[in-house]
């Protein structure tokens, strides 16, 4: 079975520094790996998908993730953090063959300090 | 732009009464989901669903039964509301083409059983 372990349930930084969000998975296959979004009383939204193309993943709003496979991990990054990013962030594992199966990290929650 | 939409953003329901959770998608996706989140626990699966009147359990299904007649809909109901299902309920919908099954998540819906 697969797992995502989020490394941290909650980051601070303040505007303008950079985000490291850290992900790490286990997995018997490639999988594609996913990271989500969810504002305070909003369902997730997707930021950025690995599909075993390239490794570095550009998504939505300047973030962007890294699949290393050596170390297992799937770390989200943005430059310079804004206020609007302070949100909950999701890493989720799904099985390349199982289109029902969908493995959630804890969450991160990500504050954004001025 | 492609949509999940849930019926009801906010609900409040007394112990004992019926629910219905309705989740409407207009992406033509086979795959259909019921998630809970609660702090701590992240997301769990209630029921999936991969065609019209095909239902299978997920990892939480107890006091849940849903119900999908129609591809666009799905369905939770909770036939006798209990305080422990007072969460948050998210559907999403993915495609069951070939690459990454990517779910769509709706807004959720909060339901507080009093």
């Known amino acids: 079975a697969q797992s995502v372990t989020q490394l941290d349930s909650h980051v601070s930084v303040s505007e303008g520094t950079p985000v490291l969000l850290r992900c790490n998975y286990s997995s018997s296959y490639s999988p594609s790996l996913f990271w989500y979004v969810q504002h305070p009383n909003k369902g997730l939204q997707l930021l950025l998908k690995y599909t075993s193309a390239a490794t570095l993943v550009k998504g939505i709003n300047g973030f962007e993730a890294e699949f290393k496979k050596s170390e297992t991990s799937f770390h989200l990054t943005k430059p310079s953090a804004h206020m609007s990013d302070a949100a909950e962030y999701f890493c989720?594992?799904?099985?390349?063959?199982?289109?029902?199966?969908?493995?959630f990290g804890s969450g991160t929650k990500l504050n954004v300090k001025p | 732009d492609v949509k999940v939409t849930q019926s009801s953003r906010y609900l409040v329901k007394r112990t004992g009464e019926k629910v219905f959770l309705e989740c409407v998608q207009d992406?033509?996706?086979?795959?259909m989901f019921w998630y809970r989140q609660d702090p701590g626990l992240g997301l769990r699966l209630i029921y999936f669903s991969y065609d019209v009147k095909m239902k299978e359990k997920g990892d939480i299904p107890e006091g849940y039964s849903v119900s999908r007649e129609k591809k666009e809909r799905f369905s939770l109901i909770l036939e006798s509301a209990s305080t422990n299902q007072t969460s948050m309920y998210l559907c999403?919908?993915?495609?069951?083409?070939?690459?990454?099954?990517?779910?769509?998540f709706g807004a959720g819906s909060r339901l507080t059983v009093l």
């Open positions: 999403a919908s993915s495609s069951r083409g070939a690459g990454a099954n990517v779910l769509t």
């Open positions: 992406m033509d996706h086979e795959n």
């Open positions: 989720v594992v799904s099985e390349p063959y199982n289109f029902n199966k969908f493995y």
